[in-house]
């Protein structure tokens, strides 16, 4: 704040500072669902098999298919929180590429290579 204080004081000017600026914009998280079977692989839930709601879907999962977890920066949630194995390959798959990578030879763009003298 003093840095501010200088540099106002110096002539320097700023832009006013809205409280809602200040606050970061997230996607409010999905309503989570009731469900009697996983959603993936319609166990049935039980005493012995628990029900676990994804925090990126909302859907509810038995333990085997809602065993990752993963950060979820658009809902503005920072700390790993359980998410079902669909979700987490969405979110841990790197964003796909429109470009294509293309490998190029430049092995002859360093002039001819000297051959090598084998000594017997």
Known sequence: MDTVNILKAEGYKFPTL?????????????????????????VPFSLMVRRHHCRACGQVF????????????KF????????CDACYDKVSRPPASSTKLEIVDTSNDYGPTQPQVRIP
């Open 18 to 42: 809205k409280e809602s600026d200040a606050m970061f914009s997230a996607d409010t998280a999905p309503e989570w669902a009731d469900g009697e079977v996983c959603h993936r692989c319609r």
């Open 62 to 73: 038995c333990q085997q298919c809602s065993s990752k977890t993963s950060t979820l920066p």
């Open 76 to 83: 503005g949630i920072e700390k790993e929180v359980r998410v």
